[in-house]
């Protein structure tokens, strides 16, 4: 992920929590700001609270969802600026649970244009498809 893809600054993370839609998962909360005119790439900031854990518990937290977005953003189309938000629970949730939430919450931001909120259904995949 380039530094144009991503969200840096506090401004940035605060306009997506305030204007924008909120989808919240059992261990993931993402919130969605529609593209502003002209800016169809989709940029993605992630938030790990100390709630969470120690810095070592956030910063594993932070790599498993960065992969989980890596994984699947190549196969959905999200536009604009995504805040991707830990919940305290995350810290014990698998690698594949994140991943599997994150695609949940991804393809319903996508389905609904950010709409939509509840707990995933059980019949959940297990992650993307493998190229």
């Known amino acids: 992920m380039g530094p144009v893809e991503r ?3 506090r401004d ?3 306009r ?3 204007h924008g839609a909120k989808i919240a998962g059992r261990w993931i909360v993402l919130h969605r700001l529609a593209p502003s005119p002209g800016r169809e790439r ?11 854990g120690k810095a070592v ?5 932070k790599r498993r969802l960065r992969e989980a977005w890596r994984r699947w953003i190549k ?3 999200v536009s604009g600026d995504v805040v991707v938000a830990a919940r305290p629970q995350a810290a014990e949730a698998s690698y594949a ?4 939430e994150l695609g949940w919450l991804l393809r319903k931001v996508c389905r609904t244009g950010g709409n ?6 059980a019949s959940k995949p297990s992650g993307p498809a493998s190229p």
């Not at 649970?97 to 599997?100: I, K, M, N, T, Y």
């Open 7 to 9: 969200l840096r600054r």
């Open 12 to 14: 940035e993370f605060r």
């Open 16 to 18: 997506c929590y305030r």
């Open 42 to 52: 989709v940029r993605v900031g992630f938030t790990v609270s100390r709630r969470v």
């Open 57 to 61: 518990v956030r910063n594993r937290v």
């Open 75 to 77: 196969e959905l189309p």
């Open 97 to 100: 649970e994140l991943e599997a």
């Open 116 to 121: 939509g909120g509840g707990a995933p259904s």
